[in-house]
């Protein structure tokens, strides 16, 4: 028998357990989608932009701004509509990377602007470069860097001399309008656009008419970022890292025609484009650019600019609810399906003598890090004229190639060239480099890249020079000066991205974190980074040379550089 004890005898009614609180669901924030109903601005940026159409500034830089000065340039245009125009203020002389930050602006930024030229494939005509090396020696202190999105920039642009600059481009069908910003940029296409036995198709009739339609186009003016294109028949253009690449391929039933891929790009959250499996006719190419861009344009993240490109749309839809939206509601019909080109194994950057289908020659020349000047230009130009060439060609690895070359006047464009440093059988080092504009002229550097980069390659040829007949394979060393990566160097064998580290007296100074293994093509990765792994900028070239070596102590026979230092250790990397 159980004896149970009573419970106590009370007046008081029994307390329920209070129930649990329901909470109100928590709003999610708006991405800022003009589609959806979201126009109102949510950044300073997208203010400025909604407040005068960034197109609308050209006309205010020549009947304003160039004649009462730079202090007399409204700042909303200054630091936000000048881009559209090809210009951005650059880096005041004498302040290392510890000024990098944009509470220092006011006096990080020099009276004198980076102009940024178009050349949208890269194809140039001799007058234009003539009149490119003008610009050069006449308004820019002699600069003239070759971008690798294939564009030319300056330094030292007075807005004073900025109209005359214009009318000069213009007389030669060149331009700076959306050059930078929010924007469609400068479009990547094969330097042997038209010329090469590998090319699936000519590309240039499509980045003509995108051209001709689409840029300057206020309907396309206020993207929620930048905007990049590639277009080539050959996989010659870094198509994985673009906004849209449009990739050579062969249908088995249509014929010749483009691959479609979306969403790529870089910086500090790097991702690798996404195919949609479609097959595109040549003639298709500007409209299904046009339905991809406006999707960006509409669909587009602008709540945070760091999340307003493409790329994390695309993350967030995945390719086939791309591909649907595309197809039904921009296109208004369906896509083609077709076959994934097959990769590369190596970079296609046309340095040396190409054989063309016409049996003439294209012969690709390597300016180190793509710094050029005006006399380089000019020389250029008349070295190519002497050559019987009409054209020269830019590279989106900063390199320029010269078509259209007879083989009897090989050796006298070579020796030419070769007068004013530019060769068209670089070492390895000079050949595989790629270089940002650094802390030289770039408000965002923390470290000098360029002349680092220019500095690296004789040490390079000089230090290694037992053991260079050794490589059999590319590596490539990418330098930049931010993590904005305008260098790409998450896909570089060694690629350096440059920020303040502290040395062994605690100072602040200039290093670089560095990622390795990095490649495009073949076995696309992004570079691995080591844990708490930075060197001293200062220690770049003896840390390469020691990599170096130790790739090539432990290599297999024929393994890229890529390869290697995924299964390396800790120890050989450092």
């Known amino acids: 028998m159980t004896l149970t004890t009573p419970a106590p005898l009370t007046d008081e009614p029994a307390v329920a357990a209070p ?44 009947d304003t ?20 125009m090809g210009l951005y203020t650059q880096r005041a002389e004498g302040y290392d990377g510890t000024h990098t930050h944009d509470d220092n602006i006011d006096y990080l930024e020099a009276p004198y602007f980076m102009m940024r030229v178009r050349t949208d494939g890269g194809q140039l005509t001799l007058d234009q470069v003539r009149t490119l090396a003008g610009i050069s020696r006449d308004f820019a202190r002699g600069t003239a860097d070759i971008s690798d ?9 007075r807005i004073e001399d900025v109209p005359e600059i214009w009318r000069r481009l213009e007389e030669v069908g060149l331009q700076t309008t959306e050059a930078c910003g929010d924007c469609p940029r400068g479009m990547l296409g094969s ?70 891929w979306v969403g790529g790009g870089l910086s ?59 197809a039904q509601e921009y296109l208004e019909r369906p896509l083609l399906d077709g076959p994934a080109p097959v990769p590369p194994t190596h970079p296609i950057d046309h340095v040396g003598v190409t054989k063309q289908v016409d049996g003439r020659n294209a012969v690709g020349f390597s300016a180190v890090s793509g710094r050029l000047s005006d006399t380089v230009l000019f020389a250029l130009a008349d ?35 070769e007068a004013v440093g530019l060769t068209s059988r670089p070492s390895r080092w000079r ?20 002349s680092r980069s220019q500095a690296l390659v004789p040490e390079m040829e000089s230090r290694l020079a037992e053991l260079n007949e050794q490589l059999d394979v590319p590596i490539t060393i990418n330098f930049n000066g931010c993590p904005n990566s305008c260098a790409r160097v998450q896909v570089a064998d060694i690629g350096l991205k440059g920020q303040l580290i502290n040395d062994a007296d605690g100072n602040a100074v200039e ?37 170096v070596r130790n790739f090539i102590d432990g290599r297999h026979e024929g393994e890229r550089f890529a390869e290697w230092a995924v299964r390396a250790d800790d120890a050989q990397l450092q």
Request: hydrophobic share 35%; glycine share 8%; with cysteine.
């Open 511 to 547: 290093g670089f974190q560095v990622h390795l293994g990095g490649s495009l093509g073949f076995d696309s990765g992004f570079g691995r980074k080591l844990r708490q792994h930075k060197i001293l900028a200062d220690d770049a070239t003896t840390y390469i040379e020691r990599l």
């Open 383 to 417: 070295a190519a004229e002497r050559a019987g060439s009409d054209s020269v060609r830019f590279t989106p690895y900063q390199k320029l190639v010269i078509v259209n070359v007879d083989d009897d006047k090989l050796a006298g464009l070579d020796a030419d060239l």
């Open 191 to 260: 330097p042997l656009a038209g010329l090469s036995a590998d090319e699936v198709i000519d590309a240039t009739p499509a980045i003509e008419e995108i051209k001709r339609r689409y840029i300057g186009n206020p309907e396309y003016s206020n993207l929620p970022r930048k905007f990049k294109t590639a277009i080539s028949g050959q996989q010659d253009v870094v198509h994985e890292i673009n906004d849209v690449s449009f990739v050579g391929v062969e249908h088995p039933e249509h014929g010749p025609g483009f691959d479609l």
């Open 149 to 157: 999105r294939q564009n030319l920039q300056y330094h030292w642009i």
């Open 268 to 326: 500090t959250n790097p991702m690798f484009a996404q195919r949609l499996g479609a097959w595109i006719p040549l003639d298709e190419v500007p409209d299904v650019w046009e339905g991809v861009i406006a999707i960006f344009r509409d669909y587009g993240y602008r709540r945070l600019r760091s999340k307003a490109r493409l790329k994390f749309l695309i993350k967030d839809w995945g390719p086939e609810k791309f591909r649907e939206v595309l």
């Open 65 to 84: 701004y160039s004649k009462v000065g730079f202090d007399g340039i409204d700042k909303a245009d200054l630091r936000g509509r000048f881009r559209w």
């Open 19 to 62: 129930a649990p609180r329901k909470r109100a669901p928590r709003k999610k924030a708006t991405e800022g989608q003009w589609a959806l109903g979201y126009r109102e601005p949510l950044n300073p940026n997208e203010q400025i932009k909604k407040d005068d159409n960034p197109l609308n500034v050209r006309a205010r830089i020549i």
């Open 431 to 450: 050949r595989n480099l790629i270089a940002c504009t650094g802390l030289e002229f770039c408000k965002l550097s923390f470290t000098e890249t360029r």
